[in-house]
């Protein structure tokens, strides 16, 4: 798991379970079991800013909850400079010398496969751009799968029911609307399709508790941006998920009117 607003770049290869398989609490009674006391990975954020996200388990008592924890999880984000390059008094500021080496060690294996230089040995930003928002796309991409991945077993296996309960009542009401305005927005699926979609959408956004984007399996939302993440992966694509609701605003939204 990765800060909010922020995407993978590059993550090594750590054999499980590192720190970043350890419990998001982050405090243990005793040292938690790990390969490695330390991680870190390249991230990106929707301004194309770089950043070392890290972890380390550090010595640290701490009473919480009646409970007496002798260990933490320390962890943060080194922004990287403008040229790519890593923050030397933010890095200094780290306690843990072994967080201090393992970024040093991940952001220098990433630096030299990753950036593009000229023949001069200066940064070729152009092609940096180029790069960076290809490795963001890529990075949403990952991330919008593994929402879909980790709710797909309480989002799919209601579809059949709703998808009927729409054809029996509802679709009736704007099966001469709906399908033409999706295709005359540039849709490209399938009338079955769509209304798969639809439902999707519908169970995605079901909340017995809006105000707390509590999910139909009990558990919550981290905020509407993973709401509407998850439902771009069902969609397929940012713009297919844009064009749906927008049918279904234009399509569904004056039904009320003219049912009154």
Known sequence: MIPNGWFVLQQPKYKTPSVFDLHERG??????????????CLIINEDNQVGVYYKCVAQGHKVQENISYA???DL???RLTADMKLDEKALADIGESGAREEILRVHGEWYKSYIPLQADGSLDNAE???KLNSSLSEGKKLYREELKRKNSRWIEPFLGR??????????RLVAGELYPDYRARGGEDAEDGLIRKIQLFSRIYDSDDPDNLLKPDGNNWENEDEMWDCWIAYAGSESEAKRVCQSMEAVFRPLPAMLS
């Open 27 to 40: 405090l243990f009674t005793s040292m938690p079991s790990v390969t490695r006391e330390s991680g870190a």
């Open 76 to 78: 943060g984000i080194l």
């Open 162 to 171: 709703k998808i009927w309960d729409f054809r029996r009542v509802l679709y």
């Open 71 to 73: 260990y933490r999880v």
């Open 128 to 130: 940096l751009e180029r």
